[in-house]
C-alpha cells in the first residue's frame, strides 16, 4: 500500500458530552439477546485545541459485532436442517474486499472450555475457524461493567477465549471513559497480550468500546477504540487531550439508522476523511438486538468502503 497523498483537516475543539451504549449481548442457540448498557454520562475536557494537518496511510476497515449464534435451523423433528448462520458467511465473503474485524459472544463472554467441548462452543470453533480461512481478524467478547467488575473475571474470560477459541484479541465493552480507570483496563489489555497468541503470528489485539471519547490513559490501553456507538451518524470533534492518538484506532458505531441508504456514502465518506479506522452502520436495532444481525445494506457498506480506499492507491 503506497502512503496516500489524501489530507484531512480536523478541527480539535471541544468534546461533547456523550454516553457509551455499550455492545454487551449473548448469543444463544435459539436468540441472541443484547441489552444495552448506559454508561453514567460524565463531562470530558472542554480546551481547544489548533487546526492539525494528518495524512491518511492506512485503509478504512469494519468491525462488526457478530453476536449472532455460527448457526441457523430450520423446520424441526426429521425434517429440521442446521446451516452457516448468512450473517457470519457474508462477514466471510466480503472480507477480502475490506479489513474486517468480528467480535464474537458466545453468552454475554465466552462459555467454558469443555472436553468433549459443548455444542456451543463447538459451534464458535467451527465459525472462528470459517472467518478465519476467509482472511477475518476475531475478537472475543468481554465485559467490563465500567471498571467495575472483578478483575478475575475478566482475566477468566480471556484465558477461556485463549485457550479454547483460537480467536486474535479482546473487545472489552462496557468501558469506562475516565483516567482513574486506566490501570483497571492496562492490566486487562495486558492479559489478552500475554495470554492470546494469534496462529498468524501477528501480536493479539485489544478493542475497547467506551462509546464516547475517553481519557487519552484509557486509550492508550487499547488498539482500537470505539469513540462512538450511538443511534445517530453525529462526528464529536476529537478532544485536544487525544490529540496524540492516532484517527486510524478510533472506531465508530452507528445503529438503528432508518435512512442508512440515503446517508450511508456521505457518513462513510466523512468518516474517511476524518481518518476514522473501523466502522459500523446498520439499520439493526429499533426494537430489537442491534447486533444479532447484519446491516441490510451491509454490501453496499462494503463497496464503499472499497471505493474510499482505492484512493490511497
Not at 468480528?102 to 462452543?121: D, E, H, K, M
Not at 472475543?140 to 484479541?169: E, I, K, N
Request: aromatic share 8%; proline share 8%.
Amino acid at each position: 500500500m503506497h502512503e496516500t497523498r489524501f489530507l484531512w483537516v480536523a478541527a480539535l475543539v471541544a468534546s461533547m458530552l456523550l454516553s457509551a451504549c455499550g455492545g454487551g449481548g449473548a448469543s444463544t442457540a435459539v436468540t441472541a439477546a443484547s441489552p444495552a448498557n448506559a454508561q453514567p454520562a460524565t463531562a470530558a475536557p472542554t480546551t481547544q485545541s489548533p487546526t492539525v494537518a494528518l495524512q491518511r496511510i492506512t485503509p478504512m476497515g469494519v468491525l462488526i459485532p457478530l453476536y449472532g449464534y455460527p448457526l441457523v435451523s430450520s423446520g424441526s423433528g426429521p425434517t429440521r436442517t442446521t446451516s452457516p448462520n448468512p450473517a457470519w458467511t457474508t462477514v466471510a465473503a466480503n472480507a477480502a474486499l475490506v479489513p474486517t474485524i468480528a467480535v464474537v459472544n458466545p453468552s454475554n463472554g465466552p462459555v467454558a472450555c469443555a472436553t468433549p467441548p459443548s455444542a456451543t462452543l463447538s459451534a464458535f470453533q467451527q465459525g472462528i475457524a470459517q472467518l478465519h480461512q476467509a482472511g477475518v481478524t476475531v475478537l472475543g467478547y468481554v465485559h467490563t461493567l465500567y471498571g467495575q467488575r472483578d478483575p478475575a473475571l475478566v482475566s477468566q474470560d480471556v484465558q477461556t477465549y485463549a485457550q479454547c477459541y483460537g480467536v486474535d484479541g479482546v473487545f472489552f465493552d462496557e468501558v469506562s471513559n475516565q483516567a482513574g480507570l486506566a490501570a483497571y483496563y492496562s492490566a486487562a489489555a495486558a492479559v489478552v497480550r500475554q495470554n492470546i497468541l494469534p496462529a498468524s503470528g501477528k501480536s493479539a489485539l485489544v478493542a475497547i468500546n467506551p462509546g464516547t471519547y475517553p481519557a487519552l490513559s484509557i486509550a492508550n490501553a487499547a488498539d482500537i477504540t470505539v469513540m462512538h456507538e450511538s443511534t445517530d451518524l453525529n462526528l464529536s470533534p476529537v478532544p485536544l487531550a487525544l490529540s496524540s492518538y492516532a484517527p486510524s484506532k478510533f472506531a465508530y458505531l452507528a445503529l438503528g439508522i432508518g435512512n442508512l441508504p440515503q446517508t450511508q456514502t456521505a457518513a462513510l465518506t466523512r468518516l474517511f476523511q476524518q481518518g476514522v479506522g473501523f466502522v459500523d452502520l446498520t439499520d439493526q436495532g429499533n426494537g430489537t438486538d442491534p447486533w444479532a444481525n447484519l446491516s441490510t445494506d451491509y454490501s453496499s457498506l462494503i463497496q464503499t468502503i472499497q471505493t474510499l480506499n482505492q484512493t490511497l492507491n
